[in-house]
């Protein structure tokens, strides 16, 4: 290591005085402007991992669904997953050392994690469309470089699209080719051969609004557009040539509004989805004939998904295990009906894809989502060499759901929860089962919800258990929350810190919109009190 070239170069990337920051849920995220140094350390400690692992290291500039004006950066592991927790803590510490010591605290990660410095490392760049994005990930690169790594920067790419380049490189192309080209052609191959086997066509079938949050997911959609020909026709809104990102649009604004992005003209009983600002969650919605808004949420794309693959596996007659990964937010109602109707296994994990992707890697096919519309379907690799086979040598109504669950395997982008590659996913099962959006959306009934910020001096007073569907401090608490939840219907109520934002979420469901709203009040007014709430007291909102 040429610990001079580093002391200079970090000088040229200096840190904010007194800035603290921490390798959250989903990397580090802040305003654009504080982050030029923490880029330039992930580029170093990409190197050092890279090395460590001896394999390629993604990192991914963006700063998902949050406003145009922050930013944030991730570090892609060699199979396309999260970054492993340890290293989580050597970004932290790396992020947040002082100037003098960012060479003493390589040394020390080098060492800890007995990382040869002789072997060669190599690391990916990806980065959405914020102004700041493309200055900040010339940070990245210059600690890569500083370091004697070698990197590729693939420029503009979707959030998953980095995932999957990097799951493709460490797997020696056998899960794709490493280009963009190779992402559109093997989903756009999967795709078209799933639908033409589809009995029921039509313009509705075929057709379908997207609002892209004014994000990457706009740019990377209409590249795509060609190579599924005839199969759907997609129709841009939001696509970043006036909109603001994510502002009053996209995946996140619509479920957490439960209201149709401004910028979309929607008319009764059309197909519209939503992506977020990196494309790696999307959400479905229509109006009913009334003008009333239906979203379709991540549980309800879960729960579409895992009855589809439960049908193929029974006609291919193969006894393979499947089951969904939800969070503490999964709408009940979905639970219970993949539970008790689908009789599929559910299992709750902590907040964050890195939790869900680890438990769904437990089953023969784990399908996992969060209610945002984050999340995929992963598949054992044995899986798949045996679905691959049975494909070859099956009768005809067998062999025609085996092509079927190859081609969908395909589909889904294994390395990361993806937005188109779920939107095509969603697209084909709906076709091919003829289900109209109406229909899918009548598989059950959401339970009315709410979800609610807090503020309070220091979130980390709540430290929660079960999933985090218990709070354990601060003392009091779970006992004020289950005597709320006591007074109402079908309810349920918990509270976390949140992992990218400085504020206490609060969720509640009940049997109406009405008692939802108030036992998210009546919550939030127990966590401003007992963990030591800032600023105004909740009011009631609705
Ligand atoms: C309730 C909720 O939607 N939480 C989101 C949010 O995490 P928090 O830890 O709740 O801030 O951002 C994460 C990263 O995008 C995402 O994985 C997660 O689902
Ligand atoms: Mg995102």
Request: net charge negative; hydrophobic share 40%; proline share 3%.
């Amino acid at each position: 290591m040429d610990l001079a070239a580093v002391t200079e170069h970090s000088a040229l990337h200096a840190k904010p005085a007194g800035l603290t920051l921490q390798y959250g849920t989903a990397g580090f995220r802040t305003k654009a402007e504080h982050l030029d140094h923490v880029m330039f350390r992930m580029g170093l400690l990409a190197v050092l991992r890279s090395k460590q692992t001896q394999s390629t290291i993604g990192v991914m500039v963006t700063a998902s669904h949050n406003p145009e004006e922050d930013n944030g950066v991730k570090l892609v592991d060699p199979l396309g997953e999260m970054l492993a927790p340890a290293w989580e803590e050597h970004a932290t510490c790396l992020a947040n050392a002082e100037e003098q010591d960012v060479t003493r605290v390589l040394v020390d990660i080098s060492e800890k994690e007995a990382v040869n410095l002789q072997q060669e490392a190599f690391v990916v760049i990806g980065r959405d469309t914020r102004p700041s994005s493309e200055k900040l990930s010339q940070s990245v690169i210059d600690g890569v470089t500083v370091l004697g790594g070698h990197f590729h920067d693939y420029g503009l790419l979707t959030t998953p699209q980095l995932h999957y380049m990097v799951y493709c490189r460490n797997t020696d192309g056998q899960y794709g080719k490493a280009t963009i080209e190779g992402y559109y052609q093997k989903l756009s191959t999967a795709f078209v051969q799933l639908t033409k086997q589809a009995s029921c066509s039509g313009e509705d079938y075929r057709s379908l609004k997207v609002d892209c949050a004014n994000g990457i997911g706009a740019l990377k959609l209409k590249e795509m557009q060609h190579y599924l020909a005839q199969g759907l026709s997609v129709q841009l809104f939001n696509d970043g040539t006036k909109g603001k990102l994510n502002h009053l649009c996209g995946a996140d604004f619509v479920k957490s509004h439960q209201k149709p992005p401004h910028g979309m003209e929607m008319k009764p009983d059309e197909r519209c989805c939503s992506f977020d600002g990196d494309a790696d969650r999307i959400v479905y919605y229509y109006l009913g004939a009334e003008g009333h808004f239906h979203l379709i949420d991540g549980d309800k794309i879960a729960t579409l998904i895992s009855t589809f693959l439960k049908e193929l596996l029974l006609e291919i007659g193969e006894n393979l295990n499947i089951g969904v990964v939800q969070t503490a937010y999964a709408n009940g109602s979905s639970t219970r009906y993949l539970e008790e109707v689908m009789k599929v296994p559910v299992y709750c994990t902590k907040t964050g894809v890195k939790h869900l992707h680890h438990k769904a890697q437990e089953f023969d096919i784990g399908v996992y989502f969060e209610a945002n519309g984050h999340g995929t379907a992963l598949f054992k690799k044995a899986v798949e060499m045996k679905i691959k086979q049975l494909a070859k040598e099956l009768d005809n109504k067998k062999q025609k759901a085996a092509k079927m669950l190859e081609n969908i395997i395909d589909l889904f982008n294994q390395a990361a929860g993806d937005a188109i590659s779920d939107m095509l996913v969603i697209e084909a099962i709906l076709v091919l089962k003829g289900l109209t959006v109406q229909q899918w959306d009548a598989l059950y009934t959401d339970l009315p919800n709410r979800q609610l910020k807090v503020k309070v001096a220091d979130r980390r007073v709540i430290s929660t258990t079960d999933a985090e569907r218990r709070a354990v401090t601060p003392p009091g608490l779970q006992e004020a929350i289950d005597a709320l939840v006591k007074k109402y219907k079908l309810s349920r109520a918990f509270v976390r810190p949140s992992g990218t934002e400085d504020v206490v979420r609060v969720y509640a469901e009940a049997d109406s919109q009405a008692n939802a709203d108030s036992l998210a009040q009546e919550v939030s007014l127990a966590v401003f009190k007992l963990a030591g709430g800032i600023g105004e007291e909740p009011q009631p909102r609705f």
